[in-house]
């Protein structure tokens, strides 16, 4: 069975720090380009950063640049990614997905259409 499972998620304070994480399983995560994504209720699912399959480029929305570092760890079949100085506005639940259609499978983009395989979501409070 092909599977995201995220985990990391939970309460933290204006100006801290959280890692996600997202293992894979059924699937080999390397073969794939990767992304993380947050929604807001009532808002669209914005796509916030992504890795290559191939080269490892990296991307990310302009809201998160400097503050999120996405990667991979091959060996464990897991991705994570690293949230600092974290703000109020990032408050939302976040998905990890991996691409597996066409050229998408091996490219960095933002656009959540390019994904297959999904995690099921962990939420991210920032708060005082």
């Known amino acids: 069975q092909l599977q995201l499972v995220e985990s990391g998620g939970g309460s933290v304070q204006p100006g801290g720090s959280l890692r996600l994480s997202c293992a894979a399983s059924?699937?080999?995560?390397?073969?794939?380009?990767i992304g993380w994504f947050r929604q807001v209720p009532g808002k669209e699912r914005e796509g916030i950063s992504c890795?290559?399959?191939?080269?490892?480029?990296?991307d990310y929305a302009d809201s998160v640049k400097g503050r999120f570092t996405i990667s991979r760890d091959n060996a464990k079949n897991t991705m994570y990614l690293q949230m600092n100085s974290l703000e109020p506005e990032d408050t939302a639940v976040y998905y990890c997905?991996?691409?597996?259609?066409?050229?998408?499978?091996?490219?960095?983009?933002?656009?959540?259409?390019?994904?297959?395989?999904w995690g099921q979501g962990t939420q991210v409070t920032v708060s005082s």
């Open positions: 890795i290559s399959r191939d080269d490892g480029t990296t």
């Open positions: 059924g699937f080999t995560l390397e073969h794939h380009a």
């Open positions: 997905a991996a691409a597996d259609a066409g050229p998408f499978v091996s490219l960095c983009v933002l656009w959540d259409g390019g994904y297959t395989y």
